[in-house]
Structures are given as structure tokens and as C-alpha cells.
């Protein structure tokens, strides 16, 4: 397996663009997780799915912020309207979905918006 | 709910040297725990996990953790670190739920030195 995909690897956008963050988890991986870092604030957890449905958004900062999952192969993390203070690396990490499983993290979008 | 804490945020040690990194964890249920590594520009990646059984843990790397339940502590541990071991290390606790939820402690830099 190639493990979690994500893409694009680094986004440099201008303040007020959309911004689509992209995922492909593991398949037969049962949930999914977004995650930001920044040094400020460390590893912060987004979002997470599942079996696609949305279980805990309480982590999204603002409305700006959407997270979708379509299907069982791919998750999208939207921003719009991007601030510079968006900018940050994302991670996308997808688990088996029980509480003994670990979860297998993707390399990372770094998001860079002027 | 669950909660963890890494006592350290930065850890420098020299080449060879021993170390050991702190966490605990705050939980009215039983527990799994984890430690995750990451490499510089990478995405997390597993350590070591404790489920159940021994106390003490071994993983990649030379690095071993030990449960210690009546101190609520995971402490991960190595004999002689190398260049190679400097990353940030993550200490993180399920929520025994049936999503693979993590939560993560802040994180410790493990700095080793020539």
C-alpha cells in the first residue's frame, strides 16, 4: 500500500483565495483524520470521520474551515476565504477505526498564504 | 476525558548519552498509549504502543516505553541516542472509543549533539 496520500505537498496562496486540501487514505481504513501544526500551537485535531460521516468538528477554528468525505477513498479540507494566519502544515491520518489501531499519518501539506 | 502532558518541551543530550522523555496522562478509564516520531519535514509515524500485558515496551529504534499505572506515566526511554534520534516525540493516549481517536500530548524536541 502506498499509505496516505496527500496533496498537493506545498500551497502558496494569497490572503482571501481558496484553498483545497486533498486526501486519500489507506483503503479499508475506517476513519480519517485532519490535523494542523504550527509552532505556536503544535498538532491540533481538525476534524475526524467515520465511516465518512463527520463525528467531532469541534477542533474546525471558524466557519471559513470545511472538511468533506465523499467516499470512503478521499477527504477534502477546504479554506475560504485563506488568512495568513492559515498558514501552517496540514496533516491528513487515516486509522482501522478501533482504539488499540494507530493511526498512519500522510507527509503533509505545507500551506503557506500571503 | 482523557488529557496528556509532556513535561519537557526540548530536550538536548549528547551523542551516546541515555535519555528519557516524560509523559502522563490523566484517564478514568484504562488506557492505550502511544508514542509517535517525527523526523523533520515527515508525518508521524509509530514508536511503540502499550495495550496491555507487560508494562514495558519495546519498539523501533532501541526505544522502549514503561506503563506505570500507579503514577499515570509513560516514559519513553533510550540506552545511547544517535544523531539520527533528533525529532520531535509524541506521547498520545486513546479515547477507547471505536474511531481511533488519539489525543496528543504538545510534543518534545529531542535535540541530541556530537
Known amino acids: 500500500d502506498a499509505g496516505v496520500i496527500q496533496s498537493p505537498r506545498h500551497e502558496v496562496t494569497e490572503m482571501g483565495q481558496e484553498v483545497t486540501l486533498r486526501c486519500k487514505p489507506i483503503?479499508?481504513?475506517?476513519?480519517l483524520f485532519w490535523y494542523r501544526q504550527t509552532m505556536m500551537r503544535g498538532l491540533e485535531l481538525l476534524i475526524y470521520f467515520n465511516n465518512n460521516v463527520p463525528i467531532d468538528d469541534s477542533g474546525m477554528p471558524e466557519d471559513r474551515f470545511s472538511a468533506k468525505m465523499p467516499n470512503a477513498s478521499f477527504s477534502t479540507l477546504k479554506i475560504q476565504p485563506s488568512e495568513p494566519r492559515d498558514s501552517a502544515v496540514y496533516f491528513c491520518a487515516s486509522s482501522p477505526g478501533q482504539g488499540w489501531d494507530e493511526q498512519f499519518f500522510g507527509p503533509g501539506t505545507r500551506l503557506t498564504v500571503l | 476525558a482523557q488529557s496528556v502532558t509532556q513535561l519537557d518541551s526540548q530536550v538536548p543530550v549528547f551523542e551516546e548519552a541515555p535519555v528519557e522523555l516524560r509523559c502522563n496522562y490523566s484517564?478514568?478509564?484504562?488506557?492505550?498509549l502511544f508514542w509517535y516520531v517525527q523526523y523533520p519535514n515527515q508525518g508521524l509515524q509509530l514508536l511503540l504502543k502499550?495495550?496491555?500485558?507487560?508494562?514495558l515496551v519495546k519498539g523501533i529504534n532501541g526505544f522502549e516505553a514503561e506503563f506505570n499505572k500507579s503514577q499515570t506515566s509513560f516514559h519513553l526511554r533510550k540506552p545511547s541516542v544517535h544523531i539520527s534520534d533528533t525529532a520531535e516525540y509524541f506521547c498520545?493516549?486513546?479515547?477507547?472509543?471505536?474511531?481511533?481517536?488519539?489525543?496528543f500530548g504538545q510534543g518534545t524536541t529531542l535535540q541530541v549533539k556530537p
Open positions: 483503503s479499508g481504513h475506517n476513519s
Open positions: 484517564s478514568s478509564v484504562s488506557v492505550y
Open positions: 498520545a493516549v486513546s479515547d477507547r472509543g471505536n474511531t481511533g481517536k488519539l489525543i
Open positions: 502499550y495495550l496491555s500485558g507487560s508494562t
